[in-house]
C-alpha cells in the first residue's frame, strides 16, 4: 500500500542553521505531495504542497521539490528560527481521492 | 474568519464511559475528516464525508466507535464504551472538494479534542 517515511526525529538546531527533514514515499502512481506542520497544541496546518514531479512548493522560508526518480520530497530552510519548532508531516494524495497519508512526523527544536 | 471548530478540547472520563466529540466545519466546505493522532501509530484517518456521507470508515477501528453528520456544519465523532487505549488527540478537518477530483483540495485541521480514558 502507500506509504510515506521521514528521517527519524526529534532534530534539534541552532537559529539560523540549514534544515532539511528527509520524506520518501512510496505509491502507486504520481500522487500529490504535502507538508503539513503543528505547532505546539494546535491541528496541523500546511505548510506547502507539490502536485506534479519537478515542482517546488514554497511557504515561510520553506521548500519542497518533488522528484520522482527517487520518490521523494525532503523539506529545507535555509535559515530556521526558534519559532520554527514545531512537527513537522509528510503526506501524499492522490488526485482521485481525498484521503491523505502521512509520515510518522519529525519534531523540530530550534534553540536561541 | 472561524477556522474547524472542535468541542471539547480537553476530555477526561473513565473506562466504560460514553464520549461524544464534535466537530464544526468551515462554512462551504463539503468534505470532513476524522483523524486519530498517537504516540505509537501517528495520524491516521478514521473516517471522511462528502457532502455530509460517508464515504470511507475503513479505519474507523471497530464498532465502538461511530460518526456522524448530520448536516453540513456538525460532525460527531462518538466511542461507546471507551476504553483507556482509545487515549489520543481527535482531529477534524474539512475541505472543499473539487468536482474535477484533482485531489489538491487543501484540508484544514482543528485544534483536536485530547481524550484521556483513566
Known amino acids: ?112 | 474568519d472561524a477556522g474547524v471548530i472542535q468541542s471539547p478540547r480537553h476530555e477526561v472520563t473513565e473506562m466504560g464511559q460514553e464520549v461524544t466529540l464534535r466537530c464544526k466545519p468551515i462554512s462551504g466546505h463539503n468534505s470532513l475528516f476524522w483523524y486519530r493522532q498517537t504516540m505509537m501509530r501517528g495520524l491516521e484517518l478514521l473516517i471522511y464525508f462528502n457532502n455530509n456521507v460517508p464515504i470511507d470508515d475503513s479505519g474507523m477501528p471497530e464498532d465502538r466507535f461511530s460518526a456522524k453528520m448530520p448536516n453540513a456544519s456538525f460532525s460527531t465523532l462518538k466511542i461507546q464504551p471507551s476504553e483507556p487505549r482509545d487515549s489520543a488527540v481527535y482531529f477534524c478537518a474539512s475541505s472543499l472538494k473539487g468536482t474535477g477530483g484533482a485531489g489538491t483540495d487543501t484540508q484544514y485541521f482543528g485544534p483536536g479534542t485530547r481524550l484521556t480514558v483513566l
Request: net charge negative; glycine share 10%; charged share 20%.
Open chain 1, 1 to 112: 500500500g502507500d506509504s510515506v517515511t521521514q528521517m527519524e526525529g526529534p532534530v534539534t538546531l541552532s537559529e539560523e542553521a540549514f534544515l532539511t527533514i528527509n520524506c520518501t514515499y512510496t505509491a502507486t502512481g504520481y500522487p500529490s505531495l504535502f507538508w503539513y506542520v503543528q505547532y505546539p497544541g494546535e491541528g496541523l496546518q500546511l505548510l506547502l504542497k507539490a502536485t506534479k514531479a519537478d515542482d517546488k512548493g514554497s511557504n515561510k522560508g520553506f521548500e519542497a521539490t518533488y522528484r520522482k526518480e527517487t520518490t521523494s520530497f525532503h523539506l529545507e530552510k535555509g535559515s530556521v528560527q526558534v519559532s520554527d519548532s514545531a512537527v513537522y508531516f509528510c503526506a501524499l494524495r492522490f488526485p482521485s481521492g481525498s484521503r491523505l497519508t502521512f509520515g510518522e512526523g519529525t519534531q523540530l527544536t530550534v534553540n536561541p
